[in-house]
């Protein structure tokens, strides 16, 4: 293949006003989300009809070549969704320079490339959705979407329901502002609390840092639901996947997100 020359991208891009975003395209191929994307763009990796794109504000159809790393891009497999029960003690990453383990390790070699939609960190459990359609992560996890997140936390210190019930009107911490949380005490053992929080936000590691506020220390934390998606009895790190045809009624369900939206 002849070596791409590099040129700055503009707004019309190689296509005109026609076709959808480079990023967008790239997204739901299933090599990565949407951002990293842009940023691989920054970087010099990807060309489109051997023209080394500068910029993500391009516009592509489907007759045309595009090369990321000096390989095509792949043909966009049909939508997979699949719910993965996240263990403590690894990262929701590709790679750690640190050397910790992440989730993709845990996964055999055959395992399709994913993105997560969304994050948990090191020491949280729980629900974690994965995904081939990096486009789709991004709308599943988007603030516009307001998919609730549940989570059951053990936290140490001591607290009341009516200490509890102050979240569901907001809270700001550290000049950060975190919008309504449900929370309910579940039950009190001694220096500990089991607590259920709702939230449809997820910053990150909100429910750490409103706990903590309020004077207690998360000792334990698991999201039991995502959206329409729940841990059930699926056992620590195990993997599911959904139905073709509900991944499919699903990502048609859901609200397409403005390109120039950036939430």
């Known amino acids: 293949m002849p070596r791409a020359k590099r040129v700055p991208g503009d707004r019309s891009g190689p296509t005109g006003g026609g076709g959808e975003r480079i990023a967008k395209v790239i997204a739901r191929a299933g ?18 009809d051997g023209v080394l794109l500068t910029s993500p504000a391009v516009r592509v159809t489907p007759s045309q070549t595009i090369v990321v790393d000096g390989k095509a891009l792949p043909v966009a497999d049909r939508t997979r969704i699949w719910l993965f029960h996240k263990p403590r003690g690894c990262l929701t990453t590709t790679k750690d320079p640190r050397g910790r383990p992440t989730i993709f390790s845990r996964f055999p070699p055959s395992f399709p490339r994913v993105v997560t939609v969304g ?29 609730p997140r549940r989570y059951r936390v053990r936290a140490h210190g001591r607290i009341d329901q009516t200490g509890l019930d102050g979240l569901k009107d907001g809270i700001t911490v550290d000049g950060i502002h975190y919008g309504p949380i449900i929370a309910s005490l579940d039950r009190s053992e001694n220096a500990n609390a ?16 409103v706990l903590e506020h309020l004077g207690l220390a998360v000792n334990r934390l698991i999201r039991v639901t995502f959206g329409p998606f729940e841990l059930g009895d699926l056992a620590r790190g195990m993997i599911l996947e959904m139905p073709p045809k509900q991944a499919a009624r699903l990502a048609r369900t859901l609200p397409a997100i403005d390109a120039d939206h950036r939430g």
């Open 31 to 48: 090599l990565c989300s949407r951002r990293q994307a842009e940023a691989w763009i920054a970087d010099g990796r990807v060309a489109v």
């Open 119 to 147: 994050r948990l960190d090191f020491n949280s459990e729980g629900l974690l959705v994965l995904t081939n359609d990096g486009e789709l992560a991004r709308r599943m996890s988007h603030p516009r979407t307001a998919w």
């Open 194 to 209: 089991w607590i259920t929080l709702t939230l449809t936000e997820g910053k990150n590691r909100e429910v750490r840092k």
